[in-house]
């Protein structure tokens, strides 16, 4: 007689009606496959886990973006903030589609550079720029963003010994309405000291203000905030064409538009509430539009968004190690990941689900990573179907900053894949290994020897 | 290891306990040890049926049973 199918016991209380606070939503639907490859089949060749990204994705993301801005506004210009995910091949991806690169620190300026951004496409933001980064960016004519009056006036003297005009923004921050301000990065808009800056970059004679740039946050809900913003640099542009007689060339807004996924905390999905590009283009665009700038004088428009066009294209796949009860009866599951590699689960309830079939009974469970620590949860509540030793799961939208503010704790971080628009898979990254990671160290002489 | 008297089991997996009012939905799996429960089965009996007619090694489920009748425990659908 053949035998049944196993699944593990269980039973579950039914309360009628009563919506539980773990939300309606079960994720028993089975995602076996990423752009036509299995699951199975990328865990099998690449191991567990493994982050997968979707080339078709991103430029879909980007495409509909750019649209979103284009059909509204004449002149627009992407630039990929590489701090988002700077694997190449992702940047690739970005800059093969038109985007420039943003980058916030000399590390991330020469891998703009290695990957063929010309100098004049790179927008050099942040506090932290060092003398030698400066000079080459002016060499390279690229857009240097200024962030605090220390760095205008090492740019001031730096440019004292050269024999260019290197072309400069300045980072204007501001009140948006929006708690918290983001008020440690750039020029105060609200207090004058972003019209002093202006003021000093033109007494100098030395630097060309191009632009204006600002940056109000992350993952940002209102729409309206944007709105405000664009206004305030509107009006610096505004002033700044009164008073010295010419045009800035372009408007920044930064980054910080959401991508779907939801955030810890949040009553509904993120996907049935963040707005869309398309209303965060709707009120910037019509800013600018109404503003009263001349035909001819309108600012370029540049956007640095990160989350909101890779999330959605990146996976993470893992597999069940174990699992437990705890003492209060909740079920435990332990899996291969944890937040050394899934950074956003500090700031994500990201959405799991499984990678095979199984039957419609789920489970209220704790999903936790393989770290000694406490902090080691991917979701503090979720329903699943039920996980054991050796199942897979994929975590959706990981595209944006895990790859970046990974953890090499514990483990070692795993291999990256990217499935083309072939349905080809490209290890883009290969899983780092205790060799790669000794060559930094050194062990002094007298350490050599152990005897125990 | 006896489940309560009056609790009623369905092969649906539908269980109902008449003195908290609280029903339950089990699995295929969990229905049937309830049952085998129910009918004075020992643990040892309910490990051979079990793993005679499921594709499931001993050892996974000895700690998948014990695991549920915790779970029962739990419920407080156990005789103590
Ligand atoms: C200056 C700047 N631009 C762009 C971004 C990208 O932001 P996001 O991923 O929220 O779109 C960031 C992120 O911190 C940033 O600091």
Redesign the pocket.
């Known amino acids: 007689m053949e035998k049944l199918k196993y699944e593990r016991p269980v039973i579950k209380k039914l309360n009628a009606g009563i919506m539980n606070k773990f939300g309606m939503r079960t994720e028993f639907t089975p995602h076996t496959h990423i752009e036509g490859v299995a699951v199975k089949d990328i865990i099998s060749k690449f191991g567990s886990p493994v982050f997968v990204i979707s080339e078709r994705q991103i430029r879909k993301n980007y495409q509909q973006a750019v649209r979103s801005f284009r059909t509204r506004y004449p002149k627009v210009q992407f ?1 990929w ?1 590489y ?2 995910n700077y694997m190449n091949a992702v940047c690739k991806v970005f800059h093969q589609e038109g985007s420039w690169a ?1 980058v ?1 620190s000399g590390f991330e300026y020469h891998k703009a550079l290695g990957n063929g951004v010309p100098g004049n496409k790179i927008i050099f ?2 506090p932290d720029k060092r003398e030698e980064e400066i000079i080459l960016a002016i060499n390279n004519d690229s857009l240097i ?1 200024v962030d605090h009056f220390d760095e205008l006036f090492l740019l001031m003297e730096i440019v004292e010994k050269m024999d260019k005009r290197p072309r400069v923004a300045i ?1 204007v921050n501001m009140d948006t309405g929006i708690y918290p301000m983001w008020d440690r ?1 750039g020029f105060n808009y609200e207090n004058g000291q972003a019209w002093n800056a202006i003021n000093k970059i033109m007494a100098s004679e030395k630097l060309e203000l191009v632009g204006l ?1 600002s ?1 109000i ?4 809900l209102s729409t309206a905030a944007y709105a405000v913003a664009t206004s305030k640099l509107c009006d610096l542009a505004f002033n700044f064409n009164k008073k010295f007689g010419k045009a800035i060339q372009y408007l920044d807004l ?6 779907s996924n939801t955030l810890k905390g949040a009553y509904l999905p993120g996907a049935d509430t963040v707005p869309s590009i398309d209303e965060f283009a709707e009120a910037i665009t019509s800013t600018v539009l109404n503003y009263g700038f001349k035909q001819q004088e309108l600012p370029l428009l540049i956007l ?7 999330d959605d294209a990146g996976f993470l796949l893992g597999s069940v190690l174990a699992t437990k009860r705890l003492s209060d009866g909740r079920r435990a599951t332990i899996l291969d990941f944890g937040v050394n590699i899934l950074f956003t689960s500090f700031w994500y309830d990201h959405k799991i689900t499984p990678a095979q079939e199984f039957s419609h009974h789920t489970e209220d469970m704790v999903l936790f990573g393989p770290l000694c620590m406490n902090i080691d949860v991917v979701r503090e509540t979720v329903n699943l179907p039920l996980l054991q030793k050796g199942d897979q799961v994929v975590v959706h939208k990981v595209g ?2 895990n790859m970046t503010q990974w953890m090499q704790f514990i483990s070692m971080r795993p291999s990256i894949i990217m499935i083309d628009e072939n349905e080809s898979m490209h290890q883009i990254r290969k899983p780092e290994t205790l060799a790669y990671l000794e060559s930094l160290e050194n062990i002094p002489e007298h350490l050599q020897q152990i005897k125990l | 290891m006896k489940l309560k008297s009056n609790i009623a089991t369905s092969e649906s997996g539908f269980v109902f306990n008449p003195t908290s009012g609280d029903s339950y939905s089990a699995n295929s799996v969990a229905a049937e040890i309830m049952l085998l429960l129910k009918e004075n089965n020992s643990i040892r009996e309910i490990n051979q049926i079990m793993l005679s007619r499921y594709e499931v090694d001993s050892s996974h489920f000895e700690k998948d049973l014990d695991d549920f009748i915790a779970q029962l425990r739990d419920q407080n659908l156990l005789e103590l």
């Open positions: 630039a903030s701090k988002t943003e916030v933001n942040g963003h980072r990065f740039h940056h946050g992350t993952f940002m930064g980054g910080g538009f959401p991508s640095e968004t990160g989350r909101a066009l890779i944006a900053y």
